[in-house]
């Protein structure tokens, strides 16, 4: 008996006409929650009617708050007939069970009705006492914090980041069962809606078990996703990174770098390693040879269970880059070794249920300084399968007020079953995991899974980035391990992560290595992929740009396996098609690494779309990219020739205005001085072409032709040739935009406070008749460039400006149906503060530095108070605490700026970011995870689908802000929209959409409103950008 | 290729004022797309015509979901849909409830029914003014009409009120609620010449001096009615020309205070007794709703047309009324010096206005 939640309903306003006699409403308000309903009294005759209820009050068990949602229907009372309901608001009680988070919930809810959408408002009240409950068996995990955003949270510290948690819940789908063909839509829709809220609750309990059992305190990176799988019923699956989280709420607790987004925002204080252990005579184990084979394994796993056959194929890619060198080979496997023991440690960790710490994945984006060594490239993997119905035999009764069905954990019941989606995940995670192997890596980083379903197949598709990590932050406080000085001597700030973290003797795959032109040490490859965010502390060279590689590809309509067959057939030509136009267009861009990359299969009835975005950047540790070289195979062919050579020029012309453009000018260095002397030079893209397309195209170069760098393009045929236009066709943003996909634009760092998160959606229907693969991708690709320009005129006035975190979402609601949706938040930024010198940069990292020695002073105090065993500091410590800066506690208490509370009242802001600029985070409030379904059968009254998604989007936003203007926040930081699934029926004048949104309620402060209240020190340590104090709410 | 769908939602709402003007002004989106282009603005930005096309839809859209709460501003306010700082707010109430020059003239005083609704196809052949456009205008006056129609204290304070409009505007509403309400004809032609400042200026004048909330605070439609007491005593004023003594020594007064001062002199003096029945005849009609209705067309026929064909400067015209009014207060035997002032002040101020080309 652990919780006591409290309810009371203050007042309506707004509501909509329920007697169309008396123009009125005599309204009344249910409140639900588990078993137990209460209910207001009748206030007659109002369209504002002030209930001031009791406190109505629920006593119920810990596991019932986190999987339950508050359930509040408003209704208009009708003597003679049944009362009508007017609609419902469902509050997630989960951010009051934190003791950090909010403390109530009070504010103006929209009254949501799925068909008619929002009607009228609700002040609400909600409380929970929560008793502490000491029993160890328990099945809540009431206390874990989730956080969404894919970084270290703002105002917590990394104390220890264990690793990947998972998990997944199936049920059958509402909409779906027999009794759906009986009820209104309005019962089919809010069964499904408070059916998918009871999952969520469930599965964020049951990761936050796992956490619990890893000694965790907290999700970051938390994602969780639907797969509406139709008949075959429905799937919540989360990912997330567990992480032992700090607070920094004592006085001392300051971040700097948190203030100013613009560089180093996500910095956490480990800046340098305080430990000073020399590495004496590490074992120089000698690596072992990791054998990989490239090209695109098609694998076929026929795995046959009674009734069905499953199909899948993995088609592999690893891309990498980073080298170690002769010094830095036997370190680095140390360092990887030690790695490993810290991954595996914990997988054999004393925890008896905890079996699954075999995948050494993590959902960050975003490190702490010093976490993340080498980068190998991006591993990622897919899978195709049929999907059959999944074997529930539980019993799934009427949705009636109680709550009479019953959730089956997947895992737990079909346990014997071999055929389930665990196990489907978790082959793909080995897949995954045994690419990051073969490029050296212990890690995968910047981890997500996503699938894509069409009827009745389901392609499962999982990425990420191989990586090598730095041992201390994965282990449990037991083992310091012997990382010496050394470390910081190999890598030289701005570069380490771009060396090559496997054999260059063995690598497995050719690539095209150099010296790093940042160190001139160590090896690093010409091209560079991740889909991590550019590390804060990485040297760029410009300013970067979304690229993105757009796809189709047509296939047969086909049934089950056939189907399925036919989609595993062509998943490797797209994966290498995509991969390939992502380097064509990267070299255009004259730029030499991509980050935040993307790639996102999407399945129809008909065919196949790939879309990859990132953001394009010059890394000035990675070689300069040679440019594109055009080679014809009809040379004797004059006028030929000259249309090769014409392109050519073009060619030439855009990647110099394009160099002009992202003001990329490294300097000019010799290439004999580092050039290598390595066994291979061929360029890698190359190969990958060789390599993936099968054997019939195998294509022997001519290196002789132009400089050994350039990329030669053959134009043989048709294809090639619209490859090339296509590549042409790609206009850069009107003068004053700039565009990625990352969470900051590398080479911008003045941000303004003025930001504009948006969602665009845009349908096409194609024209059915003689569809062909280059229409199809003309059509595709202009549909992406077009939408792109509208965004740029839209937002014209934000001049200059950048549309951070582009987000692209395909889907194919049907058969000549394109969806793309896009999310992305525009930001302005200042263009006269636009040339900041490096001056200041170092300036600022200085003064960091100090700082986060100052932090560093409490981290093994921290530790030391842990239950955990001892941190066995060295003495040397002491010298950095002697370090510190004199900053006074004292100063930092006096500050406290006042809450938001009386600063911009109402407005909430919304952002795909984890930050927002010229402000500071002060509180996270809980993680909003919000699940609508919008449904019409008068699509043409409500302005046709146009106006029915418009006016539901902005219905969803509105909800998200009253949530978080409830909880008290005043922003949400890493929104997301996860799902925008839009079905219409013209014909018969009906739509239904459904969408889902996550994020952060937080609480923020603008940074003007800190530096007047800080005085005294802002001069002494910190710029004036930087200042911020921790504000106790 | 067709585009099915296509959809921009900011989580703060977009408002482009041009647009919004458009939109205002009861283009259709083709119809606006074509204006927009005139503009240059494709030129300026180097989009594309599908692109303005998508901008101006979505634009509509969002315009057209905002007009339900435009018809309550403060539901404006209050509405948790669409998040839109409060200055865009205003502006978006202040240009909603903005009217056009020419389209009020045509309905200035007239009854605000369905009836006139018809004739809005005329005024919209007339003015040029779109029909859209006259729809919205004529539903404003409507609208706010009907909310402070029966409302107690000050008419322009209920419309800021209830509607957010600016002091200027709201007083724009005051004079329209308040000529509707008493039928003043403004449509006749020898009335073409005035504006609808010249209308407004004299509403709030007699919506402060003549109606009952100039004496008592307390009463309902204080602010739009006319005082019936008032009225109906006016009639006694009658005394200043039906008692022949009484207009010579007026005029005498008069006269021998302008001597010398105006330019027209004779001219006054030949006129004084005709401007002065006028002037005392329309107080005394007043009584009659006909006359009220015709109260400008009175004033204009029998004070402001005569003054005008004998080219009194403006300055004579104000020494004239200025002299006229407070020499009553030297006439022993007149006996409602408070009544001639209540009814004088407005009129003065009133004539001062309306005399102009």
């Known amino acids: 008996m652990p919780g006591k939640l409290k309810v009371k309903i203050v007042a309506g306003r707004h509501l909509p006409v329920m007697d169309r006699a008396s123009d009125l409403t005599d309204a009344f308000v249910e409140v639900k929650f588990g078993n137990t309903t209460f209910k207001t009294d009748v206030y007659l005759k109002s369209l504002n009617p002030q209930w001031n209820s009791e406190w109505f009050k629920f006593e119920v068990d810990d596991e019932d708050l986190q999987d339950e949602p508050l359930q509040i229907t408003v209704l208009d009372h009708d003597t003679y007939s049944a009362n009508d309901a007017i609609g ?215 795995q046959s269970s009674s009734s069905d056959t499953d199909l899948s194929l993995t088609p592999k890619t690893g891309m990498g880059s980073g080298s170690a060198g002769k010094e830095g080979g036997p370190f680095k496997a140390l360092l990887r070794q030690q790695t490993q023991s810290a991954l595996e440690q914990r997988g054999g960790s004393p925890h008896r249920f905890c079996k699954r710490r075999e995948f050494p994945f993590f959902t960050l984006t975003a490190f702490p300084p010093g976490f993340l060594v080498h980068v190998g490239g991006v591993v990622s993997a897919r899978s195709v399968k049929l999907l059959d119905r999944i074997h529930n035999p539980a019993f799934v009764g009427i949705m009636g007020n109680t709550r009479s069905y019953k ?111 940042n160190c001139r040490k160590q090896k690093v490859p010409d091209v560079l992929f991740t889909t991590i965010d550019l590390p804060t502390d990485a040297t760029v060279i410009g300013k970067g740009c979304l690229i993105q590689a757009r796809l189709c590809r047509l296939k047969k309509k086909a049934q089950a396996e056939a189907n399925a067959t036919a989609i595993s057939n062509l998943l490797p030509f797209m994966e290498y098609e995509v991969h390939t136009q992502l380097m064509n267009k990267l070299k255009l861009k004259g730029m030499n690494a991509l980050f935040g990359l993307r790639i996102q299969i999407t399945v129809g009835e008909n065919m ?48 110099a205005k394009n160099k002009e453009l992202y003001e990329i000018n490294p300097p000019e260095t010799s290439e004999e001085v580092i050039g290598s002397p390595i066994p291979e030079p061929r360029q890698r893209s190359r190969l990958l072409r060789s390599q993936s397309e099968s054997s019939d195209e195998v294509i022997e170069l001519d290196l002789s032709h132009g400089k050994k760098d350039a990329f030669v393009l053959e134009i043989d045929d048709t294809d090639a040739m619209e490859d090339v236009h296509s590549l042409l066709t790609d206009v850069p943003p009107p003068s004053g935009f700039y565009s990625c996909n990352t969470e900051i634009m590398p080479g911008i760092n003045n941000w303004t406070s003025e930001i504009q998160m948006f969602t665009s959606v845009r349908v096409i229907r194609l024209s059915s008749l003689n569809l062909t693969n280059q229409a199809l991708n003309k059509n595709f690709n202009d549909l992406c460039e077009n939408l792109l320009k509208s965004l740029y005129f839209k937002l014209r006035s934000m001049i200059p400006c950048c549309l951070c975190h582009v987000n692209f979402t395909v889907s194919l609601p049907e058969d000549e149906l394109i969806q793309v949706t896009v999310t992305a938040v525009a930001i302005t930024f200042d263009k006269n503060q636009a040339l900041q010198t490096t001056k200041t940069h170092i300036e600022k990292s200085l003064q960091r530095a100090s700082t986060d020695n100052e932090e ?173 104090g921790e504000v106790t709410t | 290729m067709t585009s099915e769908l296509d959809i921009f939602v900011g989580n703060t709402t977009l408002i482009d004022e041009d647009v919004y003007r458009l939109w205002l002004d009861g283009y259709s989106v083709s119809d606006a797309v074509a204006l927009r282009v005139r503009s240059g603005i494709l030129e300026q930005t180097g989009a594309t015509a599908a692109v303005l096309q998508s901008d101006t839809m979505d634009h509509y859209r969002t315009f057209h979901m905002l007009e339900r709460l435009l018809h309550a501003p403060p539901k404006l306010l209050h509405q948790l849909i669409f998040q839109i700082p409060p200055s865009r707010q205003a502006l978006l109430i202040e240009r909603y409830y903005a009217f056009d020059e020419a389209f009020v003239r045509e309905v200035l005083g007239k009854k605000l029914s369905k009836g006139t609704k018809k004739d809005l196809d005329d005024i919209s052949t007339k003015t040029g003014i779109t029909l859209k456009s006259c729809r919205r205008q004529f539903d404003n006056f409507k609208r706010v009409f009907k909310v402070v129609e029966e409302m107690r204290g000050s008419l322009v304070d209920n419309i800021q009120q209830h509607f957010l409009l600016s002091d200027r505007l709201s007083r724009d509403y005051a004079a329209i609620v308040f000529f509707a309400n008493n039928r003043f004809e403004t449509g006749k032609k020898k009335l073409q010449y005035l504006s609808f400042g010249d209308f407004a200026f004299c509403a709030e004048l007699m919506i402060q001096n003549w109606t009952l909330g100039a004496v008592d605070s307390q009463v309902d439609d204080m602010d739009v009615d006319l005082d019936k007491e008032f009225l109906q005593d006016l009639k006694e004023l009658k005394v200043l020309v039906a008692d022949k003594d009484l207009l010579d020594l007026h005029k005498s007064v008069v006269c021998t205070a302008l001597r010398g001062k105006l330019s027209v002199f004779s001219e006054m003096e030949a006129n004084f007794k005709n401007l002065s029945r006028g002037l005392v005849n329309v107080a005394a009609k007043l009584i009659h709703n006909k006359d009220v209705r015709d109260l400008f067309v009175d004033l204009v026929e029998k004070f402001v047309e005569p003054c005008r064909s004998d080219h009194w400067p403006l300055s004579d015209v104000r020494l004239f009324l200025n002299q006229y009014s407070a020499s009553v207060h030297s006439l022993d035997g007149f006996r409602h010096q408070a009544l001639w002032d209540r009814y004088m002040g407005t009129l003065r101020g009133c004539l001062l206005r309306l005399y102009h080309d």
């Open chain 1, 88 to 302: 419902k608001v469902y509050i997630d009680i989960d951010p009051l069970l934190y003791s950090e988070a909010a403390t109530v919930i009070s504010g103006w809810f929209p009254i949501y009705d799925t068909i008619h959408g929002i009607r009228g408002e609700i002040n609400v009240i909600v409380k929970v006492d929560l008793f502490n409950d000491l029993n160890r068996f328990r099945q809540s995990s009431c206390g874990v914090k989730f956080f969404c955003t894919t970084s270290i949270p703002k105002c917590y510290r990394a104390v220890i980041i264990h690793g990947f948690v998972e998990e997944l819940v199936v049920n059958e789908d509402p909409e779906y069962q027999w009794i759906d063909r009986i009820r209104t839509p309005r019962a089919s829709n809010e069964a499904r809606q408070r059916l998918i809220s009871l999952m969520s609750g469930e599965l964020q309990r049951k990761i936050g078990l796992k956490v619990l059992e890893m000694r965790g305190n907290a999700v970051v990176g938390y994602l969780q996703c639907f797969d509406l799988e139709g008949e075959s019923g429905l799937v919540v699956r989360a990912i997330g990174t567990a992480c032992t989280l700090d607070k920094l709420s004592s006085p001392a607790a300051f971040l700097p770098a948190c203030n100013s987004p613009c560089k180093e925002m996500k910095e956490i204080p480990f800046n340098e390693d305080p430990n000073p252990n020399t590495h004496s005579s590490g074992p120089s184990t000698p690596l072992k040879n990791q054998t990989y084979s490239f090209s695109p394994s098609k694998s076929y796993s026929r």
């Open chain 1, 407 to 517: 959730l089956l954990d997947w895992n737990s019941f079909n346990a014997d079953e071999p055929e389930t989606r665990d196990a489907w995940w978790a082959e793909i995670r080995q897949e995954i995991k045994s690419h990051a192997k073969a490029l050296g890596c212990h890690a995968v980083v910047g981890y997500s899974e996503s699938t894509s379903i069409c009827e009745e197949v389901c392609i499962l598709s999982a990425s990420g980035t191989a990586a090598v990590l730095n041992p201390r932050f994965l282990q449990d406080g037991t083992v310091e391990g012997c990382l010496e000085q050394r470390l910081e001597e190999n890598l030289p700030v701005g570069c380490g992560f771009c060396h090559i973290p496997y054999d260059e003797l063995n690598m497995p795959f050719p690539a095209h290595l150099t010296y790093c032109y």
């Open chain 1, 608 to 655: 196949l779309m790939g879309l990859a975005s990132a953001t394009g950047v010059y890394l000035a540790a990675l070689p300069t990219p040679g440019g594109i070289q055009i080679a014809g195979k009809t040379p004797n062919d004059s006028s030929y020739e000259q249309h090769i050579s014409h392109m050519q020029k073009k060619i030439n012309d855009t990647i």
């Open chain 1, 856 to 1028: 560093l002073l409490q981290f093994p105090l921290e530790l030391c108070s842990d239950s955990l065993p001892s941190h066995p500091f060295p003495p040397a410590k002491a010298v950095t605490v002697e370090k510190a800066s004199p900053m006074g506690e004292g100063n930092f208490r006096n500050r406290s700026a006042p809450p938001c509370a009386n600063s911009t009242v109402g407005v909430v802001k919304m952002t795909p970011l984890s930050f927002i600029p010229g402000a500071k985070i002060t509180k996270y409030l809980g993680i909003i995870n919000m699940f609508f379904i919008r449904e019409t059968t008068s699509l043409r009254e409500e302005g046709g689908v146009s106006g029915f998604l418009h006016a539901f989007i902005a219905e969803v936003f509105a909800m998200v802000r009253a949530h978080v203007a409830a909880l008290g926040g005043n922003a949400v930081v890493s929104y997301i929209m996860k799902q925008c699934v839009f079905m219409e029926n013209p014909n018969k004048n009906q739509a239904q959409c459904l969408i889902n949104v996550s994020g952060d309620a937080v609480v923020f402060v603008r940074e003007s409103d800190l530096e007047v209240a800080s005085t005294q020190q802002a001069a002494a340590t910190c710029q004036p950008l930087c200042t911020g």
